[in-house]
């Protein structure tokens, strides 16, 4: 049985019930057929919804309708909301550079405390990656250690999650060391 409305679906409705209700989109108003469960899930139709697909940005399966393209929703340049029409090409390209170097001290302190350790896990002697370079003092604190390689190790992810789960974010190499040897 189809009902034109949610609240005459809504009266009969029981779980696991299958009734069908016709459906309108908010955004587009386009109207379709839906099980009554999932219609009160759906926000938007599949035209509509590119919005959670681009959030997610999950666009590598051949099988999904975005591979390889970018969702109308998604806009750059000055369509987009956030952009500042008051900087110029240059400010932007310097500010993009910024960014750019701003992250290859870091990747480059990371990829050498792997290397020291042997791509292996200081605490449990895992060689299983993905793995975590891990800043024996704080990178919230201590600003002028973040780059030192004497304050980092390499951990797994479990025993880099473990340890944070214990001593929150902002920690010491004393922690460190009490958490190597007591654990």
């Known amino acids: 049985m189809v009902y034109k409305t949610f609240e005459e679906a809504l009266k009969t409705y029981s779980k696991g019930s299958q009734k069908k209700v016709l459906w309108t989109c908010p955004k587009c108003k386009e109207t379709a057929l839906r099980i009554f469960k999932s219609a009160v899930k759906i926000k938007l139709c599949k035209k509509c919804s590119c919005r959670k697909i681009a959030k997610n940005r999950d666009i590598t399966g051949v099988k999904n309708p975005w591979f390889g393209k970018t969702p ?48 292996t896990c200081q605490k449990c002697k895992s060689k299983k990656s993905p793995f975590n370079a891990h800043h024996l003092n704080s990178w919230k604190l201590y600003k002028s250690e973040r780059f030192d390689l004497a304050n980092g190790i390499t951990l797994c992810s479990k025993c880099h999650k473990d340890f944070h789960g214990l001593y929150g974010k902002v920690t010491t190499k004393e922690q460190f060391e009490h958490f190597r040897t007591h654990q």
Request: proline residues 8%.
């Open 72 to 119: 109308p929703c998604v806009k750059s340049g000055p369509e987009n909301p956030n952009w500042n029409s008051e900087l110029s090409n240059k400010e932007r390209q310097e500010r993009k550079e910024k960014r750019r170097n701003e992250t290859r001290p870091y990747k480059k302190w990371r990829e050498a405390v792997f290397e020291r350790d042997s791509y």
